[in-house]
C-alpha cells in the first residue's frame, strides 16, 4: 500500500522544517529501559555506560524509551571480547505488527583472534532477505566503536566510525516497499545463538567464559520523535541549531560515496544481491537498480 502511505510521508517532511526540540545530551538513563536479563543489563556512571551480559542461564536487554519516524542516531559499541563464538549482539531498530519495518545491526562473535561479523538487514513491511554481511577493519572488542544508522525518507545509511558501509534507498519508484511510517524503536540484545552464528553454527558457546559483555555509550540522535500519533523532531546534542535537521535529506556526497565502495570491495563477505543461486526467479528489483 505504499500509494496509500506516500501522502504521509511527505506531510510528515514539510511540516517538520524550521521545527524543533532541543532535548537533554544522551543520557542512556533517559533514553532507554532495560527489558529483560534479570540484573545481567545495567545502567551505570549516572547513564554514561550500559552493560549487556550473557550467561548460560539468560542474555539480556533493552530498549529506546522513544519511538521515532526517522532519525540520525550513533552509539558506541564495545564487543564481547576474547573468545566470543556463538554470541549475537543485536542492534537494531524495528517497529511492530505484523508488516514491521526493521534496520539491523548484528555482531556475531568468534573464536579469539577471528573476525566477528557485521550482520545487517532491512526489513520492509514484514518482508527481510536482505542481508549484507561484513568484516570490520579493527577489532571491535578492543575499544569502543560508533555504530550510525541515519534513516531519512530518500535512504538508509548504515555506518561505523563515520564510513558508510551499506546504503538502502527509497525504491517505493520501481516497487520495492521502504520504511517511512510504521515509528520504531532501538532494541539491542546480546544472546545465545551458537545453532548459527559463528561458522553456521559449528563452533559453540564456551561457557566457561561466561559472563560474556557487551557495552554501550555515547547515545546521541537527531530524530523525530513519535508520540501519540504526533511527530517532533528532537535533538539531544546539548545546543542544537535548525541546521541539525540537515540529516532529514542528507545523502552521500562523493567521499562517502568512494568509502562505501572501499568497504564493499574489501570487507564485504556477503551480499543477497550477488547471491543469485538464491533468487531463483530474478534478483529483487532493488539489486538492478544503480
Ligand atoms: C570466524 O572466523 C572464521 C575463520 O577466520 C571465519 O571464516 C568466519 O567468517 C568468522 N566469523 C564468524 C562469525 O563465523
Known amino acids: 500500500m505504499a500509494s496509500s502511505t506516500l501522502p504521509l510521508g511527505l506531510v510528515l517532511v514539510s511540516s517538520l522544517v524550521g521545527y ?18 534479570d540484573g545481567r ?28 519516524l526517522f532519525g540520525k542516531i550513533d552509539m558506541q559499541l564495545k564487543l564481547v ?25 548484528e555482531f556475531l562473535g568468534n573464536l579469539s583472534g577471528d573476525p ?6 532491512v526489513f520492509s513491511q514484514g518482508k527481510g532477505n536482505r542481508e549484507q554481511q561484513f568484516y570490520l ?3 571491535p572488542t578492543a575499544d569502543f566503536h560508533t555504530y550510525s544508522i541515519l534513516w531519512n525518507p530518500q535512504r538508509i ?30 532494541y539491542s540484545s546480546l544472546w545465545n545463538a551458537d545453532d ?27 530524530a523525530c520523535v513519535w508520540s501519540s500519533g504526533a511527530n517532533s523532531c528532537a535533538s539531544n546534542t546539548p545546543s542544537s541549531t535548525s541546521a541539525d535537521n540537515a540529516w532529514l535529506s542528507e545523502e552521500l556526497d562523493s567521499t562517502g ?13 556477503y551480499n543477497y544481491c550477488t547471491d543469485v543461486k538464491r533468487f531463483p526467479q530474478g534478483l529483487p528489483p532493488e539489486c538492478n537498480a544503480a
Do not use: C
Open 81 to 105: 571480547p576474547g573468545n566470543s563464538a556463538g554470541t549475537v549482539t543485536a542492534y537494531y531498530l524495528s517497529s511492530k505488527g505484523a508488516e514491521w519495518d526493521e534496520i539491523d545491526f
Open 20 to 37: 524543533f526540540v532541543i532535548a537533554s545530551a544522551g543520557n542512556l538513563y533517559q533514553n532507554f529501559d532495560v527489558t529483560w536479563g
Open 257 to 269: 560515496q568512494e568509502r562505501l565502495r572501499w568497504v564493499q570491495k574489501n570487507y564485504m563477505i
Open 41 to 68: 543489563a545495567k545502567i551505570l556512571n549516572n547513564g554514561d555506560l550500559l552493560t549487556l551480559s550473557l550467561d548460560k542461564a539468560s542474555g539480556s536487554g533493552f530498549q529506546s524509551k522513544n519511538e521515532y
Open 116 to 121: 566477528y561479523i557485521l550482520h545487517t538487514n
Open 196 to 222: 548459527w552464528a559463528t561458522r553456521g553454527g559449528l563452533v559453540k558457546t564456551d561457557w566457561t567464559q561466561a559472563p560474556f559483555t557487551a557495552s554501550y555509550r555515547n547515545f546521541n540522535a537527531k
Open 157 to 186: 545509511v548504515f555506518s561505523v566510525d563515520g564510513t558508510p558501509i551499506r546504503e538502502f534507498k527509497n525504491l517505493e519508484s520501481i516497487g520495492v516497499p521502504y520504511p517511512k511510517s510504521q515509528p520504531m524503536r532501538i
Open 137 to 139: 577493519w579493527f577489532d
